[in-house]
């Protein structure tokens, strides 16, 4: 059960990192090319039958991991790197 927890917790503090970066992105021109690079990627991954596997696999190895171990430290090292990227462009806005 505290398995469970920890290993969701991973999975939506790297979703939440991640909105934050590209909501966070909307005033600069990097941040509407990493929203124009995610929404191609997920079309041209999903849409290729070549590029389907590698998709497929690599969420296998981040939602389905064996190991709870890996499995956090996969989810939480993509959040610390989505949340960095946030913190990149609102470093310098003022409150």
């Known amino acids: ?16 990192s991640l909105l934050t970066l590209l909501f966070s992105g909307l005033r600069h021109v990097m941040g509407w090319i990493i929203w124009c690079v995610l929404i191609a990627a997920i079309s041209i991954g999903t849409a290729l039958p070549a590029f389907r596997p590698e998709v497929v696999d690599g969420f296998k190895v981040l939602l389905y991991n064996d190991s709870l171990l890996k499995g956090f430290l996969l989810t939480i090292s993509f959040a610390l790197v989505f949340s960095i990227g946030g913190w990149l462009f609102t470093r310098r806005r003022f409150i």
């Open 1 to 16: 059960m505290v398995g469970m927890f920890v290993y969701q917790f991973g999975a939506y503090m790297m979703l939440m």
